[in-house]
């Protein structure tokens, strides 16, 4: 045909079938700029609302890699005057974008030290040989860390201690399926609970903190925790519960794989004087973000400690760059300021208006549904999409929808942690699940499960808690 | 001649394994056993990553290894492979990562040329197709996919000859179904399936089928010449001509004892997209292993 080879030809629609996606969000993009832009809504602001629904087909169905993603959302808002290029450099580049960066270099530095064994004796030591006191442990603790250290992180260092309990239990798999899921939901759940614990979490909470201070509200790192910790203390025991009831492990008492793994352990490479300076150092940046991160931003702290790891020897450049996913880092990045481009053209107020018109009196006469309301809005999102790019796009909407800024927009970072329905939604939940040892069909089995109870505990935590510290 | 066998999981791809084996003794091939491990988000692949290295330390292997040892043990079992490398079982030292996105390790065979086993991740149709192309293989087996799209894209875009493997069990097939029809370009077709019923001890079922609303062709020089060439590699054989609808003829005649040898299609790739193609239809609707000759 035309001249082109059967075998050109094979190239070019194999092209085209992997690209679908894109053309259909392309084509999407093109059919809703020939819309006329409804009342109230400026055109910049339309743009900026196509955009980031080309921008989401694209980062959900992945067609083209998501640096190309980040580079159309920073093109596109140039092209299209939705900002100039100043103003998009400007809020790209923000503290979030710096803690994020940071955040997954530090990655790089502590999952090599040697702290797993040490966790997993302190686990052990605690929780003693019962199977359920042994899934507490587990959440607890993969909870604590990952409030401070980062949800990736800490299912990474996790991971190999759950499963090498799991391994030593049974070598057939086939015969410990309950044990393997409540040991290996548990880490992953206790990661996204513990990610709201406090500002360095997770990259979504310090997205939110960047947007509230653009909207001159400020919050520190202690009553940031002051606000949401108490309710990773409700979330605990009530999600273990409900995990150990939906898998109900075939050994109540793991005593001999507990002492397997203790052997194992106790073999081990024992920490250096090295390791330990790590940790120190890793103390100090958490300092930095509880007293330092109000003025200087939690990312710069974050890359303080970057910069003395580096100095000092303990990871190298070439380590951090090939560990470090720099395409993530620009998509937030993009997200971020596509997100600024939504609240600074009145498309973040328009839609919270439409959405608040959409209900009528009933978000301000019924109790709870402007928190179901963002809850569900984000929960949803952040299950297709990521807790931190759902915060990224949905904050400057969600921000917009009650008076009290600061209360809606620490709902909307909580209820993104709620990504428990999908093996892909947050990075902890996707460790998990390459380690092969649960289904995709088990996160849906859990997930609905432990979202409901999340949401209707969030609602009444929100509603009984805050006003009591308000 | 070079053939690459795709295995999945423990549980599902003995059949594959045992009649690819099988075929490539029967052509004295290269072969290469490859599994394709699930798709990670971008979002995370580089933390995945990060958490599988850190699985290491911990002896745990990466997902789809236990996958290549299990291929690594039929193999030792059934003496494929040669017996100083399965003294020491899986060489998982010997598991290299080429920094393309895959893991391979490199063993010598027995009754066939050199074995390989590979591991890649991401999406099952653009890994083997990029492996098709970067190995230059002239087979592709596999087992057969409950997707009916999986049939079209592998059909479409694998750039090789498709050998899709259903419930494949020693006893059970009989006999080699060979729908020829009178047009050019059967001889490879004839070749391949002398060469698997040779590998099978088993006969060819030479079959045509004119469609019902053309009248009947002719047989031409060529297609005896076909029919001669058969005749002189030993394997026995027999010819029936029918006249119907081809897919229905050809999904009837193959019943479930005959392993079908049939020639891809003429078409296009650009009209075989759009309206698809006779073997592609076989392949969707028989419940028999079929091997598509490109």
């Not at chain 1, 955009?51 to 299209?80: H, M, R, T």
């Not at chain 2, 029809?181 to 040779?198: E, F, H, P, S, T």
Request: positive net charge; hydrophobic residues 45%.
């Amino acid at each position: 045909m035309l001249g082109f080879s059967n075998i050109s030809l094979s190239n070019f629609l194999f092209w085209a079938t992997q690209k679908k996606w894109f053309f259909f969000s392309i084509i999407l993009g093109v059919c809703l700029l020939n819309i006329p832009s409804p009342e109230g809504l400026p055109n910049e602001g339309k743009i900026a609302i196509i955009i980031l629904v080309v921008a989401l087909v694209l980062i959900i169905k992945e067609p083209i890699p998501l640096p190309a993603v980040a580079i159309f959302i920073i093109i596109s808002q140039i092209y299209s005057n939705v900002d100039s290029v100043d103003g998009i450099a400007k809020s790209f580049m923000s503290d979030a974008v710096f803690f994020i960066m940071g955040s997954l270099m530090l990655a790089v530095v502590i999952i090599r030290q040697g702290w797993d064994s040490r966790i997993a004796l302190g686990i052990l030591k605690i929780t003693g040989n019962k199977t359920s006191n042994i899934a507490l442990g587990f959440l607890s603790i993969s909870a604590l860390l990952s409030s401070f250290i980062g949800e990736h992180t800490v299912a990474a260092i996790m991971l190999p201690i759950g499963m090498s309990l799991i391994r030593f239990t049974s070598s057939d798999l086939s015969q410990i399926k309950g044990l393997s899921a409540t040991i290996l939901f548990s880490i992953a759940y206790g990661c996204l609970i513990g990610s709201i614990g406090t500002p360095s979490g997770g990259g979504r909470n310090v997205i939110m903190i960047n947007y509230l201070n653009q909207s001159d509200i400020s919050i520190s790192y202690f009553e940031w925790m002051v606000r949401t910790y108490p309710f990773i203390l409700f979330q605990i025991p009530i999600v273990n519960w409900v995990i150990n009831r939906t898998f109900k492990p075939e050994y109540k008492i793991l005593d001999s794989s507990i002492r397997k793994l203790v052997i194992k352990v106790a073999r081990s490479k024992s920490m250096t004087g090295r390791n330990t300076l790590t940790v120190l150092i890793f103390f100090l940046i958490v300092l930095g973000w509880v007293f330092l991160s109000e003025k200087f931003g939690l990312g710069t702290v974050a890359l303080s400690g970057v910069f003395i790891y580096l100095i000092g020897g303990f990871v190298k450049w070439s380590d951090l760059n090939r560990n470090t996913h720099w395409g993530v880092i620009i998509l937030f990045g993009s997200t971020i300021s596509l997100g600024t481009s939504i609240r600074l053209t009145g498309a973040a107020t328009w839609i919270s208006d439409k959405i608040l018109y959409g209900f009528g009196d009933v978000i301000s006469s019924v109790p709870f549904v402007s928190d179901l309301l963002v809850i569900f809005m984000t929960t949803v999102m952040s299950n297709v999409l990521s807790s931190s790019a759902t915060v990224a796009v949905l904050g400057p909407v969600t921000l917009n929808l009650v008076p009290e800024m600061l209360d809606v927009g620490l709902l909307t970072a909580m209820s993104s942690a709620f990504s428990y329905f999908t093996a892909v939604a947050a990075p902890a939940c996707t460790i998990v699940y390459s380690s092969g040892m649960v289904k995709a069909s088990d996160f849906l089995k859990i997930g609905f499960r432990v979202g409901f109870v999340s949401i209707i505990l969030l609602i009444f935590y929100v509603n009984v808690y805050w006003p009591l510290i308000n | 001649m070079k053939i690459l066998i795709a295995i999945g999981s423990k549980d599902f791809s003995k059949p594959t394994l045992k009649l690819g084996m099988k075929v490539a003794q029967a052509f004295n091939a290269k072969t290469t056993i490859i599994d394709v491990g699930e798709k990670i988000s971008e979002f995370s692949s580089q933390l995945v990553e990060l958490a599988q290295d850190q699985l290491e330390s911990w002896d745990f292997d990466a997902p789809g290894v236990d996958v290549l040892e299990w291929a690594f043990n039929y193999l030792s079992q059934n003496k494929l492979i040669d017996t100083k490398q399965t003294e020491t079982g899986f060489p998982k030292n010997r598991l290299i990562d080429d920094g393309e996105g895959r893991k391979m390790v490199y063993l010598s065979g027995t009754a066939c040329e050199d074995v390989n086993l590979i591991l890649r991740n991401g999406d099952i149709i653009a890994e083997l197709r990029e492996e098709v192309q970067f190995g230059e293989y002239d087979v592709t087996i596999l087992g057969k996919s409950r997707k009916r799209n999986m049939s079209h894209d592998l059909l479409q875009y694998i750039n090789s000859s498709l050998l899709i493997v259903n419930d494949y069990e020693d006893q059970k097939f009989d006999k080699i179904l060979l729908p020829l029809d009178y047009k050019d370009g059967m001889l490879k077709v004839a070749k391949y399936a002398i060469r698997v019923a040779l590998a099978l001890n088993v006969g060819i079922d030479i079959f045509t089928v004119f469609d019902k609303d053309k009248s009947q062709k002719k047989g031409s020089n060529y297609f005896s010449k076909i029919i001669k060439f058969i005749r002189r590699s030993g394997v026995q054989y027999s010819h029936e001509e029918k006249q119907g609808e081809i897919v229905e003829q050809i999904i009837k005649k193959a019943d479930k004892n005959k392993i079908i040898v049939m020639k891809a299609s003429d078409m296009s790739p650009i009209k075989r997209f759009l309206k698809g193609s006779i073997p592609l239809s076989v392949m969707n609707e028989c419940d028999v292993p079929i091997l598509i000759v490109k």
